[in-house]
């Protein structure tokens, strides 16, 4: 694609082993005026997730004293969905989700949502594959990648002239891909529990939770459909007439 060098480009890239587990981050910034900047970092115990987001926040953190405009490229759709979907309806909830649970992470979208909205113009946000040869995307990786293994990284600071990675070197689609419909719950057709040698049946979880909780030697099981309930009655020792 032809090279726009107005903005500032930005790539951030995240990893983890283990998820959670020690993880590293990456980024590079590219200045229009021809200076390329490595950043990186790793945690002992942290997520997929909180890394690809606390290598967005170091990146923009960084920039902050650049007025021009600014291109992040992430492999994170979870980063772009966030940023530019999901936070309206978070803030609005007082960081809650729509299922009313507490937003994961909220520490680091705080902090990402300041830096942000602290920019004029907003920065662009690009959706690129990963895994693809993009260099920027690459480069990123290796270096999460390597903080993630506790490996020492020379992060290059200098002239893009000297620079090994064909970081403009941009791909032509960055839309983010079509987010896939949630696979409705199946409903389970019974829960069964053992308290004291005692079976009862359940409609329900609470129920069946009510009953077994804090009772110790309690056994419980839910049922998929008919057979597998009586498999799970002939495996405790019961008759399905007994219930």
């Not at 520490?107 to 959706?127: F, G, M, Q, T």
């Amino acid at each position: 694609m032809t090279l726009e060098r107005q903005n500032l480009v930005i790539f951030t890239d995240g990893a983890c082993s283990g998820n959670p587990g020690p993880g590293g981050w990456g980024a590079i910034l590219a200045y229009p005026e021809g200076k390329v900047v490595e950043l990186g970092g790793s945690s002992r115990a942290t997520t997929n997730n909180q890394m690809e987001l606390l290598a967005t926040i170091e990146a923009l953190a960084l920039a902050r004293d650049y007025d021009g405009g600014v291109a992040v490229y992430t492999d994170s759709t979870y980063v772009i969905r966030g940023v530019t979907q999901w936070v309206w309806g978070w803030k609005k909830r007082d960081w809650k989700t729509a299922e009313g649970k507490d937003v994961a992470n909220q520490d680091l979208w705080k902090d990402l949502i300041r830096l942000v909205s602290a920019r004029k113009p907003k920065p662009e946000w690009h959706y690129v594959r990963g895994h693809i040869g993009t260099p920027g995307n690459e480069r990123c990786d290796d270096i999460a990648r390597k903080f993630t293994e506790g490996k020492r990284v020379d992060l290059y600071r200098g002239s893009l002239l000297k620079y090994d990675h064909a970081i403009f070197d941009l791909p032509e689609d960055t839309s983010l891909p079509e987010m896939r419909p949630k696979e409705e719950k199946k409903v389970a057709h019974s829960y069964l529990s053992v308290v004291n040698g005692a079976l009862e049946k359940h409609a329900d979880w609470k129920s069946c939770e009510a009953r077994v909780k804090g009772r110790p030697g309690a056994k419980f099981k839910k049922a998929a459909n008919a057979a597998n309930e009586a498999e799970i009655l002939a495996e405790w020792g019961f008759d399905k007439k007994k219930i």
